[in-house]
């Protein structure tokens, strides 16, 4: 996440990842055995359709799983788990109309089908006010958690706690079970014409190092950047509830992040496109061709203006 073309860019403090969270209790309602978590898209697919119900108007009274409610919604969590990826870092370009990616789009597409449509999940959603999130007012089935998470459950989730299960998130045929994805994550930077460059340095060494890094992530309950400390006994004895997702690390399938500086551009372009998808506005192979159109004319003008990029 911080080195682009060779160069190191700042030092991570720590960074996130998301694995799937799900309610044992609605399984067991939907006649689901409540430890056999999906594993594969299609797996998760056909729980969804059992977990979900509706009104005699078609109005949605429990949801199973929707990508776009809470954290699900962003893209970039999902398109690893189709073998699919944006973007190739060692060659900084941008990698958009793959079978792939097109496949991922296929599935939000579907999943808002099975829904009623994406209206119907908008008004489930605006059911839900001041923050109350629907995974943790039982009212959404299979929800994505952050490792952050499980430490506040006792505040946020107190009713639904006790009968959260984790899991990996699930793959498609032929992506293997345990790939993961983050892009996201605390980094210390030093601005250019800074004051004190030499005590920065060093304040950024020291809290790039194992001592802080340990510290700061058991507090935070985060994931620790340095291997040596993330993958450590130490780590792992003081942070127990993070144990599937420092598992998750260790298959070592974490798919790369967008790196290139034109990523907050690119992902506000993509969240355009995958709703003219679930909307049924675009095919998939149209929405990835616009958005290769559209984020190439921009990485050239980028490009032209910074000519030693």
């Given at each position: 996440?911080?080195?682009?073309?060779?160069?190191?860019?700042?030092?991570?403090?720590?960074?996130?990842?998301?694995?799937?969270?799900?309610?044992?209790?609605?399984?067991?309602?939907?006649?689901?055995?409540?430890?056999?978590?999906?594993?594969?898209?299609?797996?998760?697919?056909?729980?969804?359709?059992?977990?979900?119900?509706?009104?005699?108007?078609?109005?949605?009274?429990?949801?199973?799983?929707?990508?776009?409610?809470?954290?699900?919604?962003?893209?970039?969590?999902?398109?690893?788990?189709?073998?699919?990826?944006?973007?190739?870092?060692?060659?900084?370009?941008?990698?958009?109309?793959?079978?792939?990616?097109?496949?991922?789009?296929?599935?939000?597409?579907?999943?808002?089908?099975?829904?009623?449509?994406?209206?119907?999940?908008?008004?489930?959603?605006?059911?839900?006010?001041?923050?109350?999130?629907?995974?943790?007012?039982?009212?959404?089935?299979?929800?994505?958690?952050?490792?952050?998470?499980?430490?506040?459950?006792?505040?946020?989730?107190?009713?639904?706690?006790?009968?959260?299960?984790?899991?990996?998130?699930?793959?498609?045929?032929?992506?293997?079970?345990?790939?993961?994805?983050?892009?996201?994550?605390?980094?210390?930077?030093?601005p250019k014409g800074t004051k004190n460059p030499q005590q920065s340095l060093d304040f950024?060494?020291?809290?790039?190092?194992?001592?802080?890094?340990?510290?700061?992530?058991?507090?935070?309950?985060?994931?620790?950047?340095?291997?040596?400390?993330?993958?450590?006994?130490?780590?792992?004895?003081?942070?127990?509830?993070?144990?599937?997702?420092?598992?998750?690390?260790?298959?070592?399938?974490?798919a790369a992040p967008v790196t290139s500086p034109l990523g907050p551009f690119f992902r506000?372009?993509?969240?355009?496109?995958?709703?003219?998808?679930?909307?049924?506005?675009?095919?998939?192979?149209?929405?990835?061709?616009?958005?290769?159109?559209?984020?190439?004319?921009?990485?050239?003008?980028?490009?032209?203006?910074?000519?030693?990029?």
């Amino acid at each position: 996440m911080i080195n682009f073309h060779g160069h190191l860019w700042g030092f991570l403090q720590e960074f996130d990842y998301y694995i799937i969270g799900y309610n044992k209790n609605l399984f067991k309602a939907a006649g689901l055995d409540p430890e056999k978590p999906p594993k594969t898209i299609a797996e998760l697919d056909a729980m969804n359709a059992k977990l979900t119900q509706k009104d005699s108007s078609g109005g949605l009274k429990q949801v199973g799983f929707c990508q776009w409610i809470g954290v699900g919604f962003d893209f970039f969590l999902w398109y690893p788990m189709f073998g699919g990826g944006f973007y190739d870092n060692a060659a900084d370009k941008f990698t958009v109309v793959t079978d792939a990616n097109a496949k991922t789009l296929d599935w939000y597409n579907s999943t808002g089908k099975l829904l009623g449509g994406p209206d119907k999940v908008t008004s489930f959603t605006n059911l839900f006010t001041g923050g109350a999130n629907p995974f943790y007012q039982e009212q959404v089935a299979i929800g994505m958690q952050g490792e952050w998470n499980p430490v506040a459950w006792p505040d946020d989730a107190p009713k639904a706690m006790d009968h959260i299960g984790l899991a990996w998130p699930p793959t498609a045929e032929g992506v293997p079970y345990g790939t993961g994805q983050t892009d996201g994550g605390n980094v210390f930077l030093l601005p250019k014409g800074t004051k004190n460059p030499q005590q920065s340095l060093d304040f950024m060494a020291f809290m790039g190092g194992p001592e802080a890094i340990l510290k700061w992530n058991v507090q935070e309950n985060n994931i620790p950047p340095v291997r040596s400390v993330a993958l450590s006994d130490e780590f792992a004895k003081a942070t127990p509830l993070q144990k599937l997702w420092i598992d998750l690390l260790k298959q070592d399938k974490m798919a790369a992040p967008v790196t290139s500086p034109l990523g907050p551009f690119f992902r506000d372009q993509l969240a355009n496109q995958v709703q003219e998808v679930i909307y049924g506005r675009k095919t998939s192979k149209q929405a990835l061709t616009d958005l290769n159109d559209t984020v190439n004319k921009e990485a050239a003008k980028f490009k032209s203006s910074h000519p030693n990029w």
